[in-house]
Nanobody, 123 residues
Framework: QVQLVESGGGLVQAGGSLRLSCAASGTFFSINTMGWYRQAPGKQRETVAT???????NYADSVKGRFSISRDNAKNTVYLQMNSLKPDDTAVYYC?????????????????WGQGTQVTVSS
């Protein structure tokens, strides 16, 4: 019904930069909040950054000033620009979208997740 496809992960040295992309496709009415989450080995998944449909963003304290989230509503795509990367940023990064769907009689909102993309920061 709705697919989220992430790209842009990889291996980078500490201090380097990466840009993640996540494109939504399928049949839906609109996308509300989109966000990036990450999960490091042995740790719980945590919120990295979120952005509403009108561009209001929030960041985890650990990435403020280094990461920037943005979105292109026309392309149903969310981005995460990651600068000054640290080894502690190493994790699988997941895209999430709150998607509004029309089901013939009513609207409903459902969360969708991407498959995840590995980000590894070497020291």
């Amino acid at each position: 019904q709705v697919q989220l496809v992430e790209s842009g992960g990889g291996l980078v040295q500490a201090g380097g930069s990466l840009r993640l992309s996540c494109a939504a496709s399928g049949t839906f009415f609109s996308i509300n909040t989109m966000g990036w989450y990450r999960q490091a080995p042995g740790k719980q998944r945590e919120t990295v950054a979120t952005i509403t449909s009108d561009g209001n963003s929030n960041y985890a304290d650990s990435v403020k000033g280094r990461f920037s989230i943005s979105r292109d509503n026309a392309k149903n795509t969310v981005y995460l620009q990651m600068n000054s990367l640290k080894p502690d940023d190493t994790a699988v990064y997941y895209c999430n979208a709150a998607v509004r769907i029309w089901d013939s009689l009513y609207y409903y909102t459902r969360d969708f997740w991407g498959q995840g993309t590995q980000v590894t920061v070497s020291s």
